[in-house]
């Protein structure tokens, strides 16, 4: 149990959990019929909170910036934040997605189908970077170890292995093998 889970639990959340078998066919109706019969009326958020409401939502979310910027930076496992971020944008600027999965190209596709589940379109104004995974979701390597433990007592900021520390990682790997131009003005997502 993460950080996360152990504070909904301890404000009274229940937390069911699904076998593997199940988990690989989540969003499938009859495992979501089960899930309403056994818990009652209710709304099954889906993984990451990504559908075209969640996309909505993180869309609101480059308008409480209150820096200009070329870039926002987010990680990438579902695509939702990605999407929405896009979607929300002002013309020039670019989102950016960091993949924490191994394998994360089907997530191109995720991102258009979400933009067109929440909006009816999609936009060009993003890109995923794959290379940062670390071996997979919630995988991880002394290098990522050296450089969160690094960043935190640099800038006194705890970053998250699984998600934030890889999008980090691989931002700082980009800035100096300069993919950005110069004067660049970059926001990195951290939640």
């Known amino acids: 149990m993460n950080e996360s889970l152990a504070y909904a639990v301890g404000r009274g959340m229940a937390l069911t959990y699904l076998d593997r078998a199940t988990y690989r066919r989540k969003s499938e109706p009859a495992v979501l019929a089960e899930l309403v019969e056994e818990f009652g009326p209710c709304y099954v958020v889906p993984e990451g909170g990504s559908n075209g409401l969640g996309v909505r939502g993180c869309a609101e979310l480059p308008a409480e910036i209150d820096v200009d910027f070329d870039v926002v930076c987010c990680a990438t496992g579902s695509g939702g934040t990605l999407a929405g971020i896009a979607a929300g944008l002002t013309d020039g600027r670019r989102a950016l997605g960091f993949a924490v999965l191994k394998g994360g190209q089907f997530l191109d596709d995720e991102v258009r189908r979400l933009q067109h589940e929440?909006?009816?379109?999609?936009?060009?104004?993003?890109?995923?970077?794959?290379?940062?995974?670390?071996?997979?979701?919630?995988?991880?390597k002394p290098a990522l170890d050296t450089f969160i433990a690094d960043f935190g007592t640099?800038?006194?900021?705890?970053?998250?292995?699984?998600?934030?520390?890889?999008?980090?990682?691989?931002?700082?790997?980009?800035?100096?093998?300069?993919?950005?131009?110069?004067?660049?003005t970059i926001v990195a997502v951290l939640s």
């Open 154 to 184: 640099r800038h006194g900021v705890p970053l998250d292995w699984v998600y934030e520390a890889k999008m980090m990682y691989g931002l700082f790997d980009r800035i100096s093998s300069g993919h950005f131009a110069r004067g660049t």
């Open 118 to 140: 929440g909006f009816g379109a999609a936009t060009e104004n993003w890109a995923l970077d794959y290379e940062f995974h670390f071996g997979g979701y919630a995988k991880r």
